[in-house]
């Protein structure tokens, strides 16, 4: 029967309730029903609605306590169907034959924006199911993926609360309660379709298993951010808030860029602001690894409010002249919130540079989204950079040419077409050949994510284990890293800059490093994160510390990396001023000179930052797992220590205990020299120096008969592993390369100190 609003009289003995009815139809009553088992039901849906912070008042609690303690059973099943159809948003009515259909309930139909909001849903189970009751509504779709005109209605966040005190499937009874949960993105009048299923097949025929409602969704209060830095300074940060639930707001199912689906963290900037309803949030926030993160509770009340975030930093390496960067991050693809084929733009991006305290961000367009995100480069930092942040397109082969035999990263190029088209689809397979024409207009160059393909059964390094070669990591390296090639000036250069870290297993990338580098060959590191790609879950996980004496550019950020003027790691570890004998990494080739055999002194300023407590599980995880550099892992024993490392030839001979409480502190060893030799510095896995070379009695580098031999076992692997790739017209520069690397190796390996 339709009816206005009204006041309804419900009787119960010595009783006399008024309960309110909205304008729809009432729903069906259901009889024959066992009071015990509804009345545990109901006892837990009471215990659900309080955990989701909607409890019933205290009139209905005590209606129901009346209703359920009556002595007439019916008339206690009739009585507590009264007062909770009332709150029905839907009701579901599965037939006998297990077909699902879907009424209207009486509840008044009010949102929130940017909200979540609870619903009773009375279930009329004639089949005595069993399984999970579902909810979907095209209007709760994700952004992820949807076409730009479909956004406008995907408003909603919708699920059923299959969780305790609740159980998660329907317990067959013919009456019970479910509860649905519904988020609006929206203020304002919202119409959304909701549909309801028990399995699949279980729609009744006709659209009957879905009904319309029409909302009205309520506007959230505005939260004003007042983001201050360290020194009191506007600035941009992440913030991550949840509510009492965990609950991440904004919805992350619901965001558009530059906030992100797979984040749930958001970038604001001084006195932009984010809606939240009424309620209390814990918010946590940071600016980047060198911050300290910090949580605080706020309570949003029913007006607009402001506060005010104020960023604390345990290091600044900028302020002693490090400047940070991610020279491999994307603006479409992998876990991207949009069309990989398209993604977003620079000012999205620039925001989350800026909200990570990451200087330097190389934007790589690469495969998927090549032909769309090409229209961005320009050979120049982009238009939204703000020193001393910059944002910079350039290229990634990857998912075309030369990708099969190793990712690139093309960096500080002047052109991003390789000549002979427009698109994609005409680059060299072999990576040399690449690398030989980014080297000819001064492109600083490496593989990307370089450990994959060099997999190790072991955790040692450097091991002599023969990697399968079989990737698209530091592949080719093993072969490209002898060859030089004509630079801008037509002057032979190395073909090869740096090697990619930190966004591997730290085995897998340092080990084949560490034996080119006991070869002789001069390759440096550089810190990368591949976001969104290997890492989603924010840009600069991996980063390179560049030192540089002038103003930051993006041209000397990387020329710093090609001289390996830079450290490499997560940001939470720091070795500063790395030197041997007062000759600095980094300048003047890394080169130290001495006339004989003799002890040189390595020094740095060195700083880390572990918890007082252990994050659980992190260290004891295998290497190989995520995440593959962290300063986690280089905890001692469950102190506050962490071990820093200096290395001759790969190998550590020299070791310090300092406690990673962030101050910066000097650091000194003695190390004796016997040969030639390069020496580093890490805290594994967190961070890590180039080299400096130390050149004994004017002799070339030749530290490891056993490093060479692998070398050329390496060269063999990837050589049988790689040639299917090859097209016809470049299966003779395959072979040329592949013949050189193998003439090199093996003079190197009868040149070298036998180990």
Not at 428 to 447: D, E, F
Not at 561 to 586: C, E, K, P, W
Not at 620 to 644: F, L, N
């Amino acid at each position: 029967m339709q009816t206005s609003f009204f006041l309804r009289n419900i009787t119960i003995p010595g009783i006399f309730i008024f309960a309110q009815v909205a304008h729809t139809q009432t729903l069906p009553e259901v009889r024959d029903v066992d009071l015990q088992p509804l009345k545990a039901q109901v006892q837990r849906l009471v215990q659900a609605k309080d955990y989701l912070g909607e409890p019933f008042s205290s009139e209905v609690k005590k209606q129901l306590n009346q209703a359920l303690g009556q002595a007439d059973a019916s008339e206690a099943v009739a009585d507590v169907q009264r007062i909770l159809d009332a709150q029905c948003l839907v009701e579901v009515h599965i037939n006998p034959e297990s077909r699902v259909k879907v009424n209207a309930g009486p509840a008044k139909r009010e949102l929130v924006e940017q909200g979540w909001r609870n619903f009773l849903v009375k279930v009329r189970n004639q089949a005595g199911v069993t399984a999970e009751l579902r909810a979907s509504s095209p209007n709760a779709r994700p952004h992820a993926g949807s076409p730009q005109n479909q956004i406008v209605d995907r408003w909603l966040g919708l699920a059923v609360h299959n969780a305790q005190p609740l159980t998660k499937t329907l317990s067959g009874l013919a009456l019970e309660y479910r509860i649905v949960q519904l988020y609006s993105r929206d203020a304002g009048k919202r119409d959304a379709k909701l549909s309801f299923d028990v399995g699949q097949g279980t729609q009744d025929l006709g659209f009957r298993n879905e009904v319309s409602l029409l909302f009205d969704c309520q506007p959230a209060h505005s939260l004003r951010l007042k983001v201050l830095d360290e020194n009191g300074k506007p600035t941009t940060a992440g913030f991550e808030i949840r509510d009492r639930f965990g609950r991440v707001y904004p919805s992350q199912a619901k965001r558009l860029a530059p906030d992100f689906h797979f984040h749930p963290q958001i970038y604001r900037a001084d006195d932009e602001h984010v809606k939240l309803p009424s309620g209390t949030y814990t918010v946590r926030f940071y600016r980047g690894p060198e911050s300290v993160p910090q949580s605080r509770t706020i309570t949003v009340a029913d007006a607009d409010t402001t506060e005010t975030f104020k960023v604390q930093r345990w290091i600044d390496p900028a302020l002693m002249g490090w400047w940070s960067g991610d020279h491999h991050i994307h603006a479409a693809g992998c876990a991207h919130y949009t069309n990989p084929t398209e993604g977003v733009h620079a000012p999205d991006m620039m925001r989350h540079c800026l909200g990570e305290d990451l200087k330097v961000g190389a934007n790589l367009t690469w495969g998927p989204c090549f032909d769309y995100q090409k229209q961005f480069f320009t050979g120049k930092d982009d238009l939204v950079s703000q020193f001393p942040y910059l944002l910079r397109y350039d290229v990634e082969v990857s998912g075309f040419g030369s990708h099969q035999s190793g990712h690139l990263c093309l960096l500080r190029l002047r052109e991003q077409m390789f000549p002979g088209g427009d698109s994609k689809h005409h680059w060299p397979k072999l990576c040399l050949n690449t690398l030989r024409w980014a080297k000819r207009q001064g492109a600083l160059v490496g593989p990307a994510h370089s450990g994959w393909g060099l997999n190790q059964t072991g955790s040692a390094l450097p091991t002599y284990e023969v990697p399968p070669f079989n990737g698209i990591g530091a592949n080719e390296y093993i072969a490209d890293v002898t060859h030089m090639v004509p630079g801008p000036d037509g002057k032979p250069v190395p073909a090869v800059d740096f090697i990619s870290t930190v966004d591997t297993p730290y085995v897998w990338e340092l080990n084949i490093w560490y034996h080119t580098l006991n070869c002789g060959f001069r390759t440096r590191i550089s810190g990368e994160t591949d976001f969104p790609c290997i890492y989603g879950e924010r840009v600069g996980l991996g980063r390179s510390y560049v030192k540089l004496d002038g103003r930051l550019t993006y041209n000397d950020w990387c020329e710093g990396i090609r001289a390996g003027r830079n450290y490499v790691g997560d940001g939470r570890s720091h070795l500063i001023d790395f030197q041997v004998n007062n000759t600095q990494m980094g300048v003047d080739g890394s080169e130290l000179r001495l006339a004989k055999a003799d002890t040189v002194l390595v020094t740095a300023k060195v700083a880390a930052r572990l918890n007082a407590e252990p994050i659980p599980g992190l260290a004891k995880r295998s290497y190989a797992q995520k995440p593959y550099w962290h300063i986690e892992r280089a905890r001692i024993d469950g102190t506050r220590k962490v071990p820093v490392e200096v290395l001759v030839n790969g190998y550590p001979i020299a070791k310090q205990e300092i406690v990673a409480d962030g101050e910066l502190r000097d650091i000194a060893f003695e190390v004796p020299i016997e040969f030639s030799s390069w020496v580093a510095m890490r805290i594994l896995p967190s961070s890590h120096t180039n080299p400096v070379f130390v050149l004994v009695d004017g002799k070339p580098i030749r530290a490891s008969k056993r490093s060479a031999e692998w070398c050329l076992a390496g060269v063999k692997k990837c050589r049988s592993q790689k040639r299917r790739f090859m097209g016809a017209d470049e299966i003779a520069d395959f072979n040329a390369a592949y013949d050189h690397a193998e003439k090199t190796y093996r003079r190197i390996i009868a040149e070298s100190v036998t180990d």
